[in-house]
């Protein structure tokens, strides 16, 4: 046992049988992975030309022994193993929710998600590909939502770099063979994000589709399920999106499928990877209070109801669709930057997390929401900087100001601890006093331009007499300090206020 694999690292063994017949449907492969007396059951694949591979990401040290279990005699009970050694500088382990609403890596690094779709990144030429990576390695997206299959749309009409399946003598697409070649490139592709310190979100089925993905039958639908789990649940940076529109494939995929689709990831996904389902009309959300979905994922323009999905789902709520920059004549693709940035800021100080997406017309339709490539766009240098001033302070995830502690105003505040961030959007008030603390003490307080992405230490000032609010029936509220001070403010939009206690800055 002379090999070592770090800590949530992966371990991967292969195998050699027969290749007559069809070895996808004929042979079933797993292996049992001990550590002193736990015992880990994970899936293994056929991966072409005769050969099985098992994949195992290891989650504590020390000696790792394993057995094959096949209906294959020649793959029936091979045993090795290796020691699981303590992670390299950068490996926290795979993503899971934390703090209710939140996520933290395995050794409780907290992660806070700032996505952005490429939908068929891995399906464009490979130099193109490259420079979707070279371009991710400049911004600051910790999450690329990304189809497994091609997809067929305005803009994404092109033919893939692989099919799927492996096509027959006939020409047509075998969906009982999965083509090894394109599933290889696509968990490259995987670990090339994994690298960059990216997650994958993987989206398993869409509706745009010209060449028969959609139409599978339930028994390969569950089939491919179990071998993409197979293939690339080891890796630690995956996540699971079992749909991008569900709602739009409900024809020809009932929701009972759909269910099925996420017990299958829990019997053949043994490191629980985040397990997600997007919708596409506004109101045919899944339900997201299912015990096996791990944290909301929706499109919706109307972020400023972020808190109240919070309260009725009871999950972290990531809004990887709240329309994308873009100049495209859809009216999902052609807000401006300063939108789209207002729109992240309100999600994260209403306790959410946000999606962006990139759409400009282009004569070679290489849009990046599509393809890849670059970034054309002014949002994802403002969306960075919001990253950094949150990964600044924050601990555990920011939640929302109680209703009770944030009458009537429109503006959004969140906190964690004794860190708060209020942002006034649209408003351009030259004093604000909603929000801040209640008691004087060693604060520092900063205006931020989310804009021009600049910190600057606020002026304080005597905090505004409000007038007592008449409750029902007709009495006068006790009047009562809104903060033990007021924040000047220069009287323009896209403002936010940070506080933090001042000991340690």
């Known amino acids: 046992m002379d090999r070592q694999i770090e800590r949530w690292g992966m371990f991967e063994a292969a195998f050699a049988g027969p290749a007559e017949g069809n070895p996808f449907l004929a042979v079933t492969l797993d292996a049992v992975f001990a550590l002193g007396n736990r015992t880990v059951t994970v899936p293994g694949f056929y991966d072409g030309d005769g050969i099985w591979r098992v994949r195992f990401m290891p989650d504590a040290e020390g000696a790792w022994q394993y057995r094959t279990r096949a209906n294959l005699a020649a793959l029936d009970g091979c045993t090795g193993g290796f020691t699981c050694v303590a992670p390299a500088p950068g490996n926290h382990g795979p993503v899971q929710v934390s703090n209710r609403h939140h996520f933290a890596y395995a050794d409780g690094t907290p992660y806070f998600p700032f996505g952005t779709t490429c939908y068929a990144w891995t399906h464009q030429p490979p130099e193109q590909q490259r420079q979707t990576l ?45 083509n090894v070649v394109a599933f290889r490139h696509f968990e490259q592709q995987i670990a090339a994000l994994g690298a960059l310190g990216i997650e994958a979100d993987v989206i398993m089925f869409h509706p745009y589709d010209r060449w028969g993905y959609c139409d599978m039958s339930a028994e390969r639908d569950f089939r491919y399920v179990r071998y993409l789990a197979a293939r690339i649940a080891a890796f630690r940076n995956v996540w699971w999106s079992l749909a991008n529109e569900y709602d739009f494939l409900l024809d020809v995929k009932p929701i009972e499928r759909w269910d099925r689709f996420f017990h299958l990831l829990e ?40 808190a ?36 992240f800021w309100i999600t994260v100080t209403r306790g959410g997390y946000g999606g962006h997406g990139e759409t400009f017309l282009h004569p070679e339709d290489l849009l990046w929401w599509a393809k890849g490539g670059v970034l054309r766009g002014e949002s994802w240098r403002r969306i960075g900087f919001l990253r950094d001033i949150v990964e600044a302070d924050v601990r555990r995830g920011l939640d929302p100001a109680p209703t009770a502690d944030w009458p009537w105003t429109r503006a959004s505040a969140a906190f964690d601890g004794d860190v708060r961030l209020i942002y006034l959007g649209e408003h351009q008030p030259r004093i604000w006093v909603h929000g801040l603390p209640a008691e004087d003490g060693d604060y520092q307080v900063d205006v931020i331009d989310t804009w021009e992405m600049t910190v600057t230490p606020a002026r304080r000032v005597p905090p505004p007499a409000f007038p007592r609010q008449r409750q029902r029936g007709g009495a006068l509220s006790a009047a009562k300090p809104v903060a033990a001070f007021a924040v000047e403010l220069p009287g323009r939009p896209y403002l936010a206020i940070r506080v933090r206690p001042a000991r340690g800055l």
């Open 267 to 306: 019997e053949h996904d043994p490191y629980r990877h985040p397990k997600s389902i997007h919708n596409g009309e506004e109101t045919m959300n899944y339900d997201h209070r299912k015990p096996w979905v791990d944290h909301v994922c929706i499109q919706n323009w109307d972020v400023k109801r972020t």
């Open 308 to 343: 109240a999905w919070r309260r009725e789902w009871g999950k972290p709520v990531v809004n990887d669709e709240m329309e994308y920059e873009g100049d495209i004549s859809l009216a999902w693709g052609n807000i401006s930057a300063r939108e789209l940035v207002h729109r």
């Open 134 to 178: 070279a371009t991710l390695a400049q911004a600051r997206f910790n999450k690329l939502r990304m189809g497994v299959f091609p997809k067929h749309y305005p803009f994404n009409e092109n033919e893939p770099l692989h099919d799927i399946f492996v096509r027959g003598a006939d020409g047509k697409l075998d969906f009982d063979r999965p």
